[in-house]
């Protein structure tokens, strides 16, 4: 990770930070790490973004809101919009789980001049307010911001969409012999069968409404905008080809590396996949269910590209300079996410 050179480059930064908890609990939910290794975690993240002072960072995961993301700000005194997008039952903050309570956030440069321009809710049921959140199951929301880069305002769209099993030509009949393996009576294996296609049409949903989110918007806000985040699909799927397709997005990474795979979610290099990867919950002891026992084998078995950065239709492929994967390899013995996260320089923004 290298400072800028030139200061007219444009740095765009997309980071899932990883939680580290299992969501499962009713007081609290399981945690995977202690509470030095999660801070030695944050330590390198600022760092790293330090380094790099991006214009633009993207991160998903941030919990708990607002501490974090005011943490992450003060230390590398940036500005931000956030939205809590999950945190169980509570009022003014309190409430359980009482260590949950993530979402996602847009970070610039004090001298960039963020603002927020609404939020919507992808999927879920349930009320989540700043100050009130009533719902025991998963939420997912996009957010949006304008920033002005040198004179010139963008939009920057954040997202994290619906995590599951990926059940598509590439991976099914690996994923029916991992099923098959399992010693599970036939109803139970057709319910999981039926869990599996229910989530990819979760994020098929998702990707309707995050288009349709972005339609309007810049309907409103007549910019350039950048769409990213962890979408929990690859590139190769159909929820993703419809949204690139029909918003005419270009794919950054692809643009620079047509021929690398580019991994961000990668169990043969990171070591931190290993926790949700784990056939056991947090605790280490109890085993996982038929869905979540798949969905860990999934974890373990199948690299993936599913870290975006994409560009509206305004930018051309010879604005991006440079993409790389970022926080990809240890520092100090830990890897900073159980995702890599993604770098993304620009020459300019369109005129």
Same mark, same amino acid.
């Given at each position: 990770m290298n400072r800028k050179t030139c200061t007219q480059d444009i740095t765009l930064v997309n980071m899932n930070v990883w939680f580290g908890l299992d969501c499962r609990g009713i007081l609290k939910f399981g945690e995977y790490e202690p509470g030095n290794i999660n801070a030695a975690r944050f330590q390198n993240l600022t760092n790293g973004l330090k380094?790099?002072?991006?214009?633009?960072?993207?991160?998903?995961?941030?919990?708990?809101?607002?501490?974090?993301?005011?943490?992450?700000?003060?230390?590398?005194?940036y500005d931000a919009v956030w939205r809590v997008t999950n945190s169980g039952i509570k009022i003014m903050g309190f409430g359980i789980p009482i260590n949950f309570a993530a979402?996602?956030?847009?970070?610039?440069?004090?001298t960039h001049g963020i603002k927020f321009l609404g939020s919507r809710r992808l999927s879920g049921m349930g009320l989540q307010t700043r100050y009130l959140s009533m719902h025991v199951r998963e939420l997912r929301d996009v957010i949006a911001a304008r920033v002005d880069i040198r004179n010139q305002s963008i939009i920057v769209f954040n997202t994290q969409i619906h995590y599951g099993v990926v059940w598509n030509k590439t991976w099914r009949q690996s994923l029916?012999?991992? !099923? @098959?393996?399992?010693?599970i009576p036939p109803k139970v294996k057709e319910n999981l069968l039926e869990s599996i296609h229910n989530s990819n049409r979760r994020r098929r949903q998702e990707i309707s409404r995050i288009i349709d989110f972005v339609k309007k918007t810049t309907?409103?806000?007549?910019?350039p905008y950048i769409i990213m985040g962890d979408f929990n699909a690859p590139i190769e799927s159909s929820e993703m080809a419809e949204l690139v397709t029909e918003l005419g997005l270009l794919d950054t990474y692809a643009v620079k590396h047509p021929n690398n795979n580019g991994f961000t979610w990668n169990p043969a290099q990171n070591t931190n996949t290993g926790y949700d990867a784990s056939p056991f919950w947090a605790n280490g002891i109890t085993p996982r269910d038929p869905l979540n026992k798949l969905e860990a084998q999934f974890d373990r078995e199948m690299a993936r590209? !599913? @870290?975006f950065v994409f560009l509206s239709y305004q930018f051309e492929p010879n604005m991006i300079k440079d993409v790389n994967l970022i926080f990809n390899r240890p520092t100090n013995g830990l890897f900073t996410s159980d995702h890599f996260g993604l770098q993304v320089v620009l020459k300019h923004l369109p005129p």
């Open positions: 380094n790099l002072q991006p214009d633009v960072i993207g991160i998903q995961e941030a919990n708990p809101l607002p501490d974090y993301i005011r943490k992450l700000t003060n230390t590398i005194d979402g996602n956030a847009i970070l610039a440069p004090r029916a012999a991992m !099923i @098959d393996s399992y010693n309907q409103k806000y007549d910019y590209r !599913i @870290d």
